[in-house]
Nanobody
């Protein structure tokens, strides 16, 4: 299990930017595939992005591709989600999560979740 603490959420106008951070502890961070998800009121949780253990592979949902970038600094045990060109439809609670199967890119089950941070984008 890994403990995750998020920060960086807030209120921005459409077209603005935010960077979310997720600090991890509890196991070897560099061996973990990490993910970002979001959930808007009344909607199911939605996949946003995923990053490999060493940061060399990323994968994004079509809805955010080209606008969002995930990265990591394993020396700081932290993953990031840089969000640019934000739209009102990006408004949601954003969660980071760790893969229970460690560094396996093809077998992913996110079972350790951060507390979530609110991102609100106004028109």
């Amino acid at each position: 299990q890994v403990q995750l603490v998020e920060s960086g959420g807030g209120l921005v106008q459409a077209g603005g930017s935010l960077r979310l951070s997720c600090a991890a502890s509890g196991r070897t961070f560099s061996n973990l595939v990490m993910g970002w998800f979001r959930q808007a009121p009344g909607k199911e949780r939605e996949f946003v992005a995923r990053i490999s253990g060493n940061g060399d592979i990323t994968y994004y949902a079509d809805s955010v591709k080209g606008r969002f970038t995930t990265s990591r600094d394993n020396d700081k045990n932290t993953v990031y989600l840089q969000m640019n060109s934000l739209k009102p439809e990006d408004t949601a609670v954003y969660h980071c999560a760790a893969n229970r199967y460690g560094s396996n890119w093809f077998q992913v089950d996110f079972d350790s979740w951060g507390q979530g941070t609110q991102v609100t984008v106004s028109s």
